[in-house]
């Protein structure tokens, strides 16, 4: 499966997606590197299979073998933090100054520059809801140099992946 059969899948209310997916697979502000595993990244996120496979096989070959595994690695280790992150920031009381004790040793060496890795991270993030991982990971981003108009377009590109799976969620369960 491609883009284009991605697209061609979504039903005629969600062209807006359609036309989304398609320009922003061409995002200018972000490296190809930086566009292709932001899209690999929020498409494991966003766990729809077709979503998965479609955007996989389409970015995929963009990436170096590292690069791949860095964006697969970015979606795996965010599943864990943005659940863990958001409960210490939303519960109240001690367990934000509590150690984690979970491992995250993917974050030190992940295989590609920290940059790329995190912007994965902040797609990831954004899909699965966790501001203060979002908040982290956009602060160390500027602290990098990337624009705000860099972070946009990642986070713009988790927005249409998540909706596109979505959308494809409830055509499947409705058919």
Known sequence: MSLEALR??????AKDQKLNLGSLAT???LTEQQRAG????SALASRNPHVIRSLIDEFGPKLSPEALNAAKAAASIMGMNNIYYRFTHLVHGDYAQMPAKLRMNVMAKPGVEKVDFELWSLAVSAINGCGMCMESHEKVLLQHGVSKEAVQAAVRIAAVVHAVAATLDGEDALA
Do not use: G, I, S
């Not at 061609?8 to 209310?13: A, D, F, K, V």
């Not at 932001?38 to 990244?41: E, L, R």
């Open 8 to 13: 061609n899948r979504l039903p005629e209310y």
């Open 27 to 29: 995002e200018p502000v």
């Open 38 to 41: 932001t899209f690999v990244a």
